[in-house]
């Protein structure tokens, strides 16, 4: 497995990961309630399966296969210290954790049944090429199952129109179809991100011989509004764009 010129990820910036450590565990975040449930609904069988999660983080997915009784799991993940910890909080030798960024990096050299990511494949620049990539990685008849933040989401850094007294009143949607790279604010720092269309996420899987098994534009459900009525914005527009994706050699 080679790393070209890795590059820097603001994930192992001491301070940002802290306070992106305080977002991940708090059991009413938006990526436990909304997105995590929606992406789990739409995974195959894992029984007996090779694994694949591009931008694993910290091992949870990883984990939660070899629960399902996967027969093997390998995460790759650009950040030195996200796979630090994965590895400090696994007990079995079923993962591998691999550091590298997976725009580039080598696969492993054997066929998958399930490549997996959640909320990083809109940091990748060459989509298409990373598709490519993972369909040449599957076993035919494979699953490839992503989530991204939803194109409304990246389409520009903020698009809410707040009411008087700061209530956010509706999310204003602009330069949805120029695709390409966006700079945005999160966690008080500047973050890269690349923005594409609904359409382009389909055509390229189709392009790449996938068929669309599900898509799914998560938000609150009744139970989750009930127990967290402030989350009601979430309302206005999708947070996430969730994709599942079946090979057809």
């Not at 910890?85 to 049944?113: C, M, N």
């Not at 992503?146 to 194109?151: A, K, L, Q, T, Y």
Request: with cysteine; aromatic share 10%.
């Amino acid at each position: 497995m080679k790393n070209r010129d890795m590059k820097k990820t603001i994930f192992d910036d001491p301070e940002f990961l802290s306070e992106y450590l305080k977002l991940r565990q708090n059991p009413i975040g938006h990526n436990e309630i909304i997105e995590k449930p929606a992406i789990y609904s739409l995974l195959p069988p894992i029984s007996g399966h090779r694994v694949l999660d591009l931008g694993c983080g910290f091992g949870d997915f990883c984990r939660y296969a070899v629960s399902k009784q996967a027969q093997s799991v390998v995460g790759i993940d650009l950040s030195s210290e996200m796979i630090a910890r994965a590895k400090a909080t696994t007990q079995t030798d079923s993962i591998l954790y691999l550091l590298g960024d997976i725009e580039d990096v080598d696969f492993p050299d054997i066929p998958f049944h399930l490549v997996f990511s959640s909320l990083a494949l809109h940091y990748v620049e060459d989509f298409g090429k990373l598709v490519g990539r993972v369909a040449q990685s599957l076993v035919n008849g494979g699953h490839f199952i992503f989530s991204v933040e939803h194109p409304v989401m990246t389409a520009q850094e903020s698009g809410w129109e707040h009411a008087e007294g700061g209530r956010k009143k509706a999310w204003l949607l602009d330069s949805y179809g120029t695709e390409g790279r966006r700079v945005v604010k999160w966690l008080q720092r500047s973050v890269p991100k690349y923005h594409r269309k609904v359409g382009t996420y389909v055509s390229t899987l189709l392009e790449a011989g996938f068929s669309i098994r599900g898509l799914l534009e998560p938000q609150p459900t009744e139970a989750v509004l009930t127990a967290n009525p402030s989350l009601a914005y979430e309302l206005m527009r999708p947070p996430y764009l969730v994709l599942s994706a079946k090979l057809n050699r």
